[in-house]
């Protein structure tokens, strides 16, 4: 079983930064490749940052890329998104998603957390 919990996300004004963070209650935290999605109201749930199972290998959308930061800690079993230089088209609720294979992770992940909203202000 593989549980996810979002925490850090809250309102910020444009340029600010947050980091979000993943908690996951899997037992090997390590084998599974990790990323993050963001869903707008009236949007399409849209793939942001994913991550290899050791971190070697990073993947960002365009339109986060030079302003989002995904990594992980495995010792914590948790994966985190640095993100900075906000925009109000950042505003979304972000969701963890896992899988045991990277390419998975970045189209359609095995496993899912309940989301933490993001609203970035003018």
């Known amino acids: 079983q593989v549980q996810l919990v979002e925490s850090g996300g809250g309102l910020v004004q444009a340029g600010g930064s947050l980091r979000l963070s993943c908690a996951a209650s899997?037992?090997?935290?390590?084998?599974?490749?990790m990323g993050w999605f963001r869903q707008a109201p009236g949007k399409e749930r849209e793939f942001v940052a994913a991550i290899s199972q050791f971190g070697t290998n990073t993947y960002n959308v365009e339109s986060v890329k030079g302003r989002f930061t995904i990594s992980r800690d495995n010792a914590k079993n948790t994966v985190y998104l640095q993100m900075n230089s906000l925009k109000p088209e950042d505003t979304a609720v972000y969701y963890c998603?896992?899988?045991?294979?990277?390419?998975?992770?970045?189209?359609?992940?095995?496993?899912w957390g309940q989301g933490t909203q993001v609203t970035v202000s003018s």
């Open positions: 899997a037992r090997s935290f390590s084998i599974y490749a």
């Open positions: 998603a896992a899988d045991l294979v990277l390419s998975r992770v970045r189209t359609t992940p095995g496993y």
